[in-house]
């Protein structure tokens, strides 16, 4: 069994999630992300002024915040994996 969770690993998943983005309110961008396996994630990113909106940035981040999320949830479920 491996013991380690690898950028391939968590390029897979990214690439067959499924993604569903949205502006709110003229000033924030929120994400939801379906994993794989059924799991839904979502994130946001918004700004103060919606004059300095980039809906392009707010979606980078959102990705990014996923993508982190996705290295947590693997590595606990390999540690659960570890420990049996």
């Not at 013991?3 to 502006?23: A, C, G, K, L, P």
């Not at 981040?61 to 606990?76: D, S, T």
């Amino acid at each position: 069994m491996k013991n380690t969770v690898t950028q391939e690993d968590i390029n897979n998943i990214m690439e067959n999630s499924h993604f569903f983005i949205t502006t709110v309110f003229e000033k924030c961008t929120v994400v939801i992300c379906q994993l794989p396996s059924g799991f839904i994630i979502t994130e946001s990113s918004a700004c103060v002024d919606k004059v300095n909106y980039d809906a392009e940035l707010g979606e980078k981040i959102c990705r990014e915040r996923i993508k982190n999320k996705v290295w947590e949830l693997e590595g606990y479920k390999l540690q659960c994996e570890l420990s049996k």
